[in-house]
């Protein structure tokens, strides 16, 4: 509480200890599959689809599965199943 009769709230909370680990680095992107979870932010979907391609052209990913999420919220569980068959997703971007 101020002394002008404000209460003041602190927004920091305790860290996380997550249960899952970090998946496994790929040894190469040669012949995988990217994906995609555009989160509908702007340009989100194109600037990945830009990666991707650049990844194509680069490091020879074979093929890209491309999803969109029209909510803010957690994606539905048949987005997250097309995504399951991806060697690895980038997912959602920021304004």
Do not use: H
Request: glycine share 10%; hydrophobic share 40%.
């Amino acid at each position: 509480m101020t002394d002008k009769g404000d209460l003041l709230y602190d927004p920091t909370a305790e860290p996380r200890i997550l249960a899952a680990g970090l998946a496994p680095r790929l040894a190469s992107l040669e012949g995988t599959r990217a994906g995609i979870l555009d989160n509908s932010k702007a340009n989100a979907g194109t600037l990945m689809l830009a990666v991707v391609q650049r990844l194509k052209e680069r490091y020879g990913v074979r093929d890209v599965v491309k999803r969109e999420k029209g909510i803010a919220g957690p994606p539905s569980p048949a987005i997250l199943a097309d995504l399951t068959t991806c060697d690895f997703v980038l997912v959602g971007s920021a304004d």
